[in-house]
């Protein structure tokens, strides 16, 4: 079952894109242009991207209309995979934004979380 994205914030004079569920921080994960907040659970519980609208090739303009996202974060045993799929308002564009990441949550199998904001 998706969790639901509570927060979409989108800086323009910063080009900082954030996005949270909500949930209490326990770490957060500085990956060069990426922030990762962990949760008391050891999940993904929000994302920042530094300089965003050069990071996921999209225009700061159009970054401001974001009409609805999903994070797709996947737990592997050694490493972590968040896939952000954004759309926008203006001409329905829809883009996919992949992000492998190799850390260590201690996670002992894989699982698949799914957040979603609409």
């Known amino acids: ?36 907040d962990v949760s008391h659970n050891n999940l993904i519980c929000g994302i920042e991207v530094m300089d965003a609208s050069e990071n996921l090739g999209i225009n700061k303009e159009v970054l401001k209309h974001i009409q609805s996202m999903k994070m797709s974060v996947t737990y592997k045993t050694n490493h972590v995979y968040v896939l952000l799929i954004i759309a926008f308002k203006e001409g329905d564009k829809e883009v996919n934004m992949p992000i492998p990441l190799t850390l260590d949550l201690g996670h002992k199998s894989p699982r698949t979380e799914v957040l979603v904001y609409n």
């Not at 969790?3 to 989108?10: G, N, V």
């Not at 910063?14 to 326990?26: A, N, P, T, Y």
Request: no cysteine; proline share 3%; charged share 30%.
């Open 1 to 36: 079952m998706a969790r639901p994205i509570k927060t979409i914030d989108y800086d323009v004079n910063s080009d900082i894109l954030f996005i949270s569920d909500g949930e209490k921080v326990k770490a957060s994960l500085d990956i060069g242009d990426f922030v990762l």
